[in-house]
């Protein structure tokens, strides 16, 4: 019985903290929706049905965009700028930067050496996309797991996904 009422107490200490907690808009544009041309403020910045979110080792924060079919970095320096995809043209391309097409990219995850990996709904499969290092370096984009829809484990390149919307990365 004692057990239970430490449960119940500690759960309401976390409500408590949590109820003081302020909400405040970080990034985007209130109620509108369009192409962000790279480089602007995040305040300015105009998305497209946001949907994963993922923070790097450096601190800049990924976003994929399923309206879009963009994948957006902000940078520590509070600067939104296309890293990957192509604004609203779909398709499944492996190629570098705004070349690259997604189709619906969902979840985010950041590998253990800041690569990020994107849950590519609408093409099922996994893209793995290269470690930031500059603004003028245009980042690959590669298919990392998956070939077409439905379910088969496997290696990587065998295996078979159904709308992929969430993903996690360990060390290794």
């Known amino acids: 019985m004692k057990r239970i009422a430490f449960i119940i107490a500690f759960f309401a200490a976390i409500t408590l903290n949590t109820s003081a907690q302020d909400v405040s808009l970080f990034a985007g544009t209130p109620n509108t929706s369009g192409y962000n041309s790279s480089g602007i403020t995040k305040l300015s910045a105009k998305f497209n049905q946001p949907y994963g979110l993922a923070v790097d080792g450096n601190g800049n924060i990924w976003i994929s965009e399923i309206g879009g079919h963009v994948i957006y970095m902000i940078t520590t320096s509070d600067m939104v700028y ?23 990219p969902r979840g985010l995850a950041i590998g253990p050496n800041n690569e990020i990996y994107v849950a590519d709904f609408g093409n099922h499969v996994i893209r793995k996309i290269a470690a930031f290092t500059s603004l003028g370096n245009a980042q690959a984009v590669t298919t990392y797991a998956g070939s077409t829809s439905g379910y088969s484990n496997g290696s990587a390149t065998s295996a078979k996904f159904n709308n992929p919307s969430g993903l996690a990365v360990d060390n290794s």
């Open 82 to 104: 296309v890293r990957a995809g192509s604004y609203t043209n779909t398709g499944l391309v492996n190629a570098s930067g705004v070349n690259a097409k997604f189709n619906s």
